[in-house]
């Protein structure tokens, strides 16, 4: 099967600062997209990532209804309709269930479930007008099993899985193929917060987080990037509504 081909496909790419956004970004362009990065705020690296794929920056913070709308019809008035939409972006916080502060909790919720719900609503309108469309959205393996002290972020991650499976149902007549992938632990700067918090160096972390892991080591953004193109490929449409658990092995439960 050969690499999937994105030639003048528009694609917003939501949380690319870094990470496996960053990476999903460089991918899709390599493979020859016309790549929007979106982030919270006007960061210097959204900034050189545009600059070195011929992208273009979309600054909001998606947590907000008015600013997602504000910015894909920026994107389509600037750079083209939206063909793909990935997205990737995330905020999390971590507290024991009856300590979560009540605002910080509906924030998780409202940025990584409510955000993804504003940025499809904002983006169908292209897709439906070009008569196809992609959309792949990041859950999370906590999505699938739960962690202890992420009940936001886990909860949020669930909803995500269980949206996809029903607009997939909804938009696939249209041509409008909706898919998740759910990845387990990954190299990402977000280890780093873990190593410092467990006051361990990263590659101890890295270690320690691989001994749960079939495979023998955590995943790498790449494969990530990987997984998305081939969700966002234009050539194949019967995967819908599914959630591809991209972990080593370390979950093997039906989604």
Known sequence: MSAPRF???????????????RTIALHMASLGALVAVNDRVDDPRLHELAHDIGGYVA??????????FAMVADVRDNFGPIDVLVSNHAYMTMDSFLNHDDTDWWRVVKTNLAGTFWLIQAALPDMRASGAGRIVVTSSIWGVIGWPEATAYSASKAG?????????????PENIVINAIAPGITD???????????????TEMHAIYAQGIPLGRIGKPEEI?????MLADFNM???????????????????
Do not use: C, F, W, Y
Request: hydrophobic residues 45%; aromatic residues 0%; glycine residues 12%.
């Open 188 to 202: 990402t700067p977000q280890l780093q917060v873990d190593a410092d918090a467990a006051g361990l160096p990263l």
């Open 160 to 172: 995500l899985v269980s949206l996809v499976k029903t607009l997939g149902r909804e938009v696939a």
């Open 59 to 68: 600054v909001a913070d998606v947590s907000d209804r008015s600013a997602v």
């Open 225 to 229: 990037a990987h997984t998305v193109a």
């Open 7 to 21: 030639d003048g496909k528009v694609v917003l790419v939501t949380g690319a600062a870094q990470g496996m956004g």
């Open 237 to 255: 449409s019967a995967l819908v509504g599914q959630t591809i658990q991209v972990n080593g092995g370390e979950v093997r439960s039906r989604v």
